[in-house]
Protein backbone atom coordinates (compact mmCIF):
# COMPACT_ATOMS: atom_id res chain seq x y z
CA UNK A 1 0.00 0.00 0.00
CA UNK A 2 1.06 4.10 -0.67
CA UNK A 3 2.02 5.48 2.29
CA UNK A 4 0.50 7.84 3.86
CA UNK A 5 1.19 11.72 2.95
CA UNK A 6 3.25 12.85 6.11
CA UNK A 7 4.44 16.58 7.25
CA UNK A 8 8.21 17.13 7.30
CA UNK A 9 10.34 20.13 8.91
CA UNK A 10 12.58 21.85 6.51
CA UNK A 11 15.28 23.48 7.79
CA UNK A 12 16.29 26.05 4.99
CA UNK A 13 12.73 27.17 4.53
CA UNK A 14 11.92 27.07 8.44
CA UNK A 15 8.39 25.65 7.47
CA UNK A 16 6.50 22.69 7.05
CA UNK A 17 5.54 21.20 4.18
CA UNK A 18 3.66 18.01 3.04
CA UNK A 19 3.30 16.14 -0.68
CA UNK A 20 0.73 15.07 -1.84
CA UNK A 21 -0.11 12.75 -4.62
CA UNK A 22 3.02 14.21 -6.36
CA UNK A 23 2.41 18.39 -5.34
CA UNK A 24 4.04 19.71 -2.62
CA UNK A 25 2.37 22.24 -0.14
CA UNK A 26 4.26 24.91 2.22
CA UNK A 27 2.28 24.96 5.33
CA UNK A 28 3.91 27.72 7.24
CA UNK A 29 6.18 28.23 9.89
CA UNK A 30 3.90 27.50 13.10
CA UNK A 31 3.22 23.58 13.67
CA UNK A 32 0.13 23.62 15.56
CA UNK A 33 -1.49 25.96 12.28
CA UNK A 34 0.89 23.53 9.20
CA UNK A 35 -1.20 20.74 11.20
CA UNK A 36 -4.37 22.30 10.73
CA UNK A 37 -3.86 23.11 7.12
CA UNK A 38 -2.59 19.35 6.50
CA UNK A 39 -5.85 17.99 7.57
CA UNK A 40 -7.54 20.87 5.20
CA UNK A 41 -5.74 19.53 2.82
CA UNK A 42 -6.43 16.14 3.00
CA UNK A 43 -10.02 16.61 3.38
CA UNK A 44 -10.42 19.07 0.57
CA UNK A 45 -8.32 16.81 -2.13
CA UNK A 46 -9.64 13.50 -1.19
CA UNK A 47 -9.22 12.54 -5.25
CA UNK A 48 -6.08 12.64 -4.76
CA UNK A 49 -6.25 9.72 -2.59
CA UNK A 50 -7.97 7.38 -4.90
CA UNK A 51 -5.80 4.78 -6.28
CA UNK A 52 -4.19 3.66 -3.42
CA UNK A 53 -3.48 -0.07 -3.93
CA UNK A 54 -4.26 -0.42 -7.53
CA UNK A 55 -1.27 -1.38 -9.23
CA UNK A 56 0.23 -0.49 -12.27
CA UNK A 57 -0.84 -3.34 -14.08
CA UNK A 58 -4.48 -3.17 -13.35
CA UNK A 59 -4.52 -0.02 -14.91
CA UNK A 60 -2.85 -0.25 -18.37
CA UNK A 61 -4.92 -3.94 -18.66
CA UNK A 62 -7.80 -1.65 -17.92
CA UNK A 63 -7.14 0.71 -20.50
CA UNK A 64 -5.95 -1.94 -23.25
CA UNK A 65 -9.28 -3.36 -22.63
CA UNK A 66 -10.95 -0.24 -23.50
CA UNK A 67 -9.33 0.66 -26.35
CA UNK A 68 -9.97 -3.01 -27.89
CA UNK A 69 -14.28 -2.43 -27.17
CA UNK A 70 -14.07 1.23 -28.07
CA UNK A 71 -11.59 1.93 -30.93
CA UNK A 72 -10.76 0.54 -34.38
CA UNK A 73 -8.21 -2.23 -34.66
CA UNK A 74 -5.17 -0.35 -35.81
CA UNK A 75 -5.66 1.95 -33.26
CA UNK A 76 -6.12 -1.11 -30.74
CA UNK A 77 -2.55 -2.97 -32.37
CA UNK A 78 -0.56 0.64 -31.58
CA UNK A 79 -1.75 1.04 -28.11
CA UNK A 80 -0.81 -2.31 -27.44
CA UNK A 81 2.67 -2.16 -28.56
CA UNK A 82 3.67 0.54 -26.17
CA UNK A 83 1.68 0.26 -23.24
CA UNK A 84 2.38 -3.87 -23.08
CA UNK A 85 5.79 -2.98 -24.02
CA UNK A 86 6.44 -0.52 -20.47
CA UNK A 87 4.66 -3.11 -18.48
CA UNK A 88 6.79 -5.26 -19.48
CA UNK A 89 9.66 -3.33 -18.97
CA UNK A 90 9.20 -2.65 -15.39
CA UNK A 91 10.77 -4.77 -13.13
CA UNK A 92 7.88 -5.33 -10.54
CA UNK A 93 4.44 -4.89 -11.98
CA UNK A 94 2.66 -5.36 -8.81
CA UNK A 95 3.87 -1.65 -7.91
CA UNK A 96 0.38 1.07 -7.38
CA UNK A 97 -0.02 2.92 -10.64
CA UNK A 98 0.61 6.04 -8.40
CA UNK A 99 3.90 5.16 -7.59
CA UNK A 100 4.89 5.05 -11.11
CA UNK A 101 7.96 8.20 -12.39
CA UNK A 102 8.41 9.64 -15.10
CA UNK A 103 12.17 7.92 -15.25
CA UNK A 104 10.00 4.90 -15.52
CA UNK A 105 9.31 5.54 -19.07
CA UNK A 106 12.46 7.21 -19.88
CA UNK A 107 14.23 4.14 -18.64
CA UNK A 108 12.27 1.99 -20.93
CA UNK A 109 12.49 4.42 -24.31
CA UNK A 110 15.35 3.31 -26.31
CA UNK A 111 17.54 6.05 -27.39
CA UNK A 112 18.18 4.38 -30.85
CA UNK A 113 14.66 4.32 -31.79
CA UNK A 114 13.06 7.32 -34.19
CA UNK A 115 12.23 10.13 -33.17
CA UNK A 116 8.22 9.21 -34.01
CA UNK A 117 8.75 5.95 -31.91
CA UNK A 118 9.88 7.93 -29.12
CA UNK A 119 7.13 10.26 -29.15
CA UNK A 120 4.52 8.18 -29.41
CA UNK A 121 5.52 5.72 -27.09
CA UNK A 122 5.63 8.61 -24.45
CA UNK A 123 2.36 9.47 -25.54
CA UNK A 124 0.54 6.20 -25.41
CA UNK A 125 1.57 5.86 -21.75
CA UNK A 126 0.16 8.78 -20.88
CA UNK A 127 -2.95 8.80 -22.65
CA UNK A 128 -3.02 5.89 -20.71
CA UNK A 129 -2.78 7.16 -17.12
CA UNK A 130 -4.93 9.79 -18.47
CA UNK A 131 -7.05 7.48 -19.68
CA UNK A 132 -7.39 6.06 -15.37
CA UNK A 133 -7.99 9.40 -14.00
CA UNK A 134 -11.01 10.12 -16.12
CA UNK A 135 -12.13 6.70 -15.18
CA UNK A 136 -11.37 7.61 -11.60
CA UNK A 137 -9.36 4.81 -11.08
CA UNK A 138 -6.63 7.55 -9.74
CA UNK A 139 -6.81 10.84 -8.81
CA UNK A 140 -3.90 11.99 -10.68
CA UNK A 141 -1.75 10.56 -13.26
CA UNK A 142 1.76 10.22 -12.26
CA UNK A 143 2.97 11.31 -15.54
CA UNK A 144 1.41 14.49 -16.26
CA UNK A 145 4.55 16.14 -15.91
CA UNK A 146 6.59 13.67 -18.24
CA UNK A 147 8.09 15.83 -21.38
CA UNK A 148 7.29 13.97 -24.75
CA UNK A 149 9.82 14.87 -27.53
CA UNK A 150 8.89 17.49 -30.07
CA UNK A 151 7.64 16.25 -33.68
CA UNK A 152 10.02 15.97 -36.31
CA UNK A 153 9.62 18.84 -38.82
CA UNK A 154 8.06 17.43 -42.43
CA UNK A 155 11.48 18.10 -44.14
CA UNK A 156 11.24 15.57 -46.73
CA UNK A 157 9.03 16.39 -49.20
CA UNK A 158 9.58 15.49 -52.76
CA UNK A 159 9.61 18.24 -55.44
CA UNK A 160 7.76 18.30 -58.72
CA UNK A 161 11.02 17.12 -59.93
CA UNK A 162 11.55 14.49 -57.61
CA UNK A 163 7.52 13.41 -58.02
CA UNK A 164 8.33 12.83 -61.97
CA UNK A 165 11.67 11.00 -61.50
CA UNK A 166 9.85 8.43 -59.17
CA UNK A 167 7.09 8.68 -61.63
CA UNK A 168 8.84 7.50 -64.40
CA UNK A 169 10.25 4.64 -62.42
CA UNK A 170 6.71 3.49 -61.52
CA UNK A 171 5.29 0.89 -63.46
CA UNK A 172 1.27 -0.76 -63.87
CA UNK A 173 -1.12 0.00 -61.32
CA UNK A 174 1.49 1.72 -58.98
CA UNK A 175 1.84 4.70 -61.21
CA UNK A 176 -1.87 5.58 -60.67
CA UNK A 177 -1.35 5.20 -57.28
CA UNK A 178 1.03 7.27 -56.93
CA UNK A 179 -0.65 10.05 -59.14
CA UNK A 180 -3.46 9.63 -57.19
CA UNK A 181 -1.57 10.73 -53.80
CA UNK A 182 -0.17 13.22 -55.63
CA UNK A 183 -3.13 15.33 -56.55
CA UNK A 184 -5.76 14.55 -53.89
CA UNK A 185 -3.32 14.53 -50.90
CA UNK A 186 -5.29 11.83 -49.02
CA UNK A 187 -3.71 9.51 -46.61
CA UNK A 188 -2.22 6.45 -47.44
CA UNK A 189 -4.20 4.55 -45.23
CA UNK A 190 -7.38 5.91 -47.38
CA UNK A 191 -6.19 5.51 -50.78
CA UNK A 192 -5.88 1.43 -49.75
CA UNK A 193 -9.43 1.03 -48.93
CA UNK A 194 -11.00 3.15 -51.41
CA UNK A 195 -14.26 1.35 -53.50
CA UNK A 196 -16.59 2.05 -55.55
CA UNK A 197 -19.17 2.79 -53.56
CA UNK A 198 -16.76 5.97 -52.06
CA UNK A 199 -17.03 7.80 -55.82
CA UNK A 200 -19.54 10.25 -55.73
CA UNK A 201 -18.42 12.05 -59.07
CA UNK A 202 -16.14 15.40 -57.65
CA UNK A 203 -15.28 13.84 -54.34
CA UNK A 204 -14.85 10.68 -51.94
CA UNK A 205 -16.93 10.33 -49.12
CA UNK A 206 -15.67 7.77 -46.77
CA UNK A 207 -18.13 6.33 -44.14
CA UNK A 208 -17.78 7.87 -39.87
CA UNK A 209 -16.52 4.17 -38.95
CA UNK A 210 -13.93 4.47 -42.31
CA UNK A 211 -12.52 7.41 -41.43
CA UNK A 212 -9.87 8.73 -39.04
CA UNK A 213 -10.76 9.20 -35.36
CA UNK A 214 -14.26 8.05 -36.47
CA UNK A 215 -16.36 11.47 -35.49
CA UNK A 216 -17.07 12.51 -38.69
CA UNK A 217 -17.44 11.46 -42.21
CA UNK A 218 -13.94 11.84 -44.64
CA UNK A 219 -14.74 13.69 -47.76
CA UNK A 220 -11.94 13.73 -50.42
CA UNK A 221 -11.80 16.51 -53.53
CA UNK A 222 -10.85 15.57 -56.34
CA UNK A 223 -9.02 17.33 -59.10
CA UNK A 224 -10.72 17.07 -62.81
CA UNK A 225 -7.13 14.39 -62.71
CA UNK A 226 -7.91 12.70 -59.66
CA UNK A 227 -11.55 11.75 -61.14
CA UNK A 228 -10.73 10.84 -64.19
CA UNK A 229 -8.03 8.11 -62.67
CA UNK A 230 -11.15 7.03 -60.38
CA UNK A 231 -12.95 6.67 -63.18
CA UNK A 232 -10.39 4.39 -65.00
CA UNK A 233 -9.89 2.15 -61.78
CA UNK A 234 -13.56 1.75 -61.24
CA UNK A 235 -13.91 0.20 -64.59
CA UNK A 236 -10.91 -2.22 -64.29
CA UNK A 237 -11.49 -2.80 -60.66
CA UNK A 238 -15.71 -3.14 -58.98
CA UNK A 239 -13.84 -3.56 -55.49
CA UNK A 240 -11.15 -1.79 -54.61
CA UNK A 241 -10.28 0.58 -56.41
CA UNK A 242 -6.11 0.61 -56.10
CA UNK A 243 -5.18 -3.01 -56.24
CA UNK A 244 -1.33 -4.34 -57.56
CA UNK A 245 -1.03 -6.50 -60.25
CA UNK A 246 -2.36 -9.84 -58.36
CA UNK A 247 -5.72 -7.96 -57.79
CA UNK A 248 -4.45 -7.41 -54.03
CA UNK A 249 -5.01 -4.25 -52.54
CA UNK A 250 -1.74 -1.97 -51.64
CA UNK A 251 -0.63 -2.48 -48.05
CA UNK A 252 2.01 -0.71 -46.37
CA UNK A 253 4.70 -3.23 -47.21
CA UNK A 254 3.92 -3.65 -50.71
CA UNK A 255 3.89 0.22 -50.89
CA UNK A 256 7.10 0.59 -49.38
CA UNK A 257 8.78 -2.20 -51.03
CA UNK A 258 8.06 -0.52 -54.78
CA UNK A 259 9.26 2.78 -53.15
CA UNK A 260 12.48 1.05 -51.86
CA UNK A 261 13.03 -0.56 -55.24
CA UNK A 262 12.59 2.87 -57.06
CA UNK A 263 15.32 4.44 -54.67
CA UNK A 264 17.99 2.25 -55.54
CA UNK A 265 17.58 4.03 -58.76
CA UNK A 266 16.72 7.93 -58.21
CA UNK A 267 19.19 7.66 -54.76
CA UNK A 268 16.54 8.82 -52.82
CA UNK A 269 14.05 7.29 -50.66
CA UNK A 270 10.62 8.79 -50.18
CA UNK A 271 7.83 7.66 -47.97
CA UNK A 272 4.36 7.17 -49.55
CA UNK A 273 3.12 9.50 -46.74
CA UNK A 274 5.94 12.18 -47.89
CA UNK A 275 3.50 12.63 -51.23
CA UNK A 276 0.79 13.92 -48.72
CA UNK A 277 3.34 16.37 -47.06
CA UNK A 278 4.14 17.43 -50.90
CA UNK A 279 -0.02 18.17 -51.77
CA UNK A 280 0.09 20.63 -47.76
CA UNK A 281 3.28 22.50 -49.24
CA UNK A 282 2.22 23.27 -52.92
CA UNK A 283 -1.28 24.30 -51.65
CA UNK A 284 0.31 26.75 -49.33
CA UNK A 285 2.69 28.29 -51.41
CA UNK A 286 0.18 28.50 -54.21
CA UNK A 287 -1.53 30.86 -51.45
CA UNK A 288 -4.03 28.61 -50.34
CA UNK A 289 -4.91 29.61 -46.65
CA UNK A 290 -3.92 27.11 -43.67
CA UNK A 291 -7.63 26.46 -43.06
CA UNK A 292 -8.58 25.48 -46.65
CA UNK A 293 -5.89 23.33 -46.92
CA UNK A 294 -6.28 21.74 -43.87
CA UNK A 295 -9.89 21.27 -44.36
CA UNK A 296 -8.72 20.01 -48.24
CA UNK A 297 -6.51 17.13 -46.16
CA UNK A 298 -9.33 16.37 -43.67
CA UNK A 299 -7.75 17.23 -40.64
CA UNK A 300 -10.61 19.25 -38.21
CA UNK A 301 -8.64 22.33 -37.68
CA UNK A 302 -5.93 24.00 -39.04
CA UNK A 303 -3.54 23.72 -35.70
CA UNK A 304 -1.45 20.72 -36.89
CA UNK A 305 -1.20 22.16 -40.30
CA UNK A 306 0.40 25.44 -39.17
CA UNK A 307 2.82 23.85 -36.76
CA UNK A 308 4.32 21.08 -38.72
CA UNK A 309 4.60 23.00 -41.77
CA UNK A 310 5.92 26.68 -40.30
CA UNK A 311 8.96 26.01 -41.94
CA UNK A 312 7.41 28.18 -44.96
CA UNK A 313 7.51 31.20 -43.30
CA UNK A 314 11.45 31.15 -43.16
CA UNK A 315 11.59 30.80 -46.55
CA UNK A 316 12.77 34.26 -47.67
CA UNK A 317 11.91 34.16 -51.07
CA UNK A 318 8.71 32.71 -49.93
CA UNK A 319 7.44 35.63 -47.99
CA UNK A 320 9.04 38.27 -50.28
CA UNK A 321 7.00 37.12 -52.92
CA UNK A 322 3.95 36.59 -50.69
CA UNK A 323 3.93 40.11 -49.54
CA UNK A 324 4.75 41.90 -52.96
CA UNK A 325 1.35 39.89 -54.48
CA UNK A 326 -0.37 41.42 -51.86
CA UNK A 327 0.94 44.71 -52.71
CA UNK A 328 0.12 44.17 -56.13
CA UNK A 329 -3.32 43.28 -55.25
CA UNK A 330 -4.05 46.38 -53.00
CA UNK A 331 -2.54 48.95 -55.58
CA UNK A 332 -5.05 47.26 -58.10
CA UNK A 333 -7.75 47.53 -55.79
CA UNK A 334 -6.89 51.19 -54.79
CA UNK A 335 -6.60 52.24 -58.62
CA UNK A 336 -9.80 50.55 -59.11
CA UNK A 337 -11.53 52.36 -56.39
CA UNK A 338 -9.92 55.43 -57.19
CA UNK A 339 -11.32 55.19 -61.05
CA UNK A 340 -14.83 55.08 -59.51
Given amino acids: MARRPE ?18 HNLGADKNKATKQFHKLMSE ?7 LGTTVAEILDKFLLWVEANRSEGTYKWYHLYVQGFLDSLPDQTIEAIEVKPHHVTDWINPSWAQSSIRGATIAVQRAFKWSVLQGYIGKSPLVNLEKPMAERRDNCPT ?19 EFVWESGCRPQEVVILEA ?35 DRIAENQARIFVNRSGRPWNAY ?6 CRIAEKTGRKFAFYDLRHS ?6 EAGLDHFTVAK ?6 ASMLAKNYSHLGEQGNFLLEKLKSVQGLATQITKNTASH
Fill in 7 to 24: MWFRKDRKAWFVTINGQR
Fill in 296 to 301: LMGHKD
Fill in 197 to 231: RHFKGDRLELMVSESKGKKQKRVIYLTDKAAGIIR
Fill in 160 to 178: KEDYEAILKLATGSFKPLL
Fill in 254 to 259: SINCRL
Fill in 45 to 51: EPKQLVG
Fill in 279 to 284: FATRML
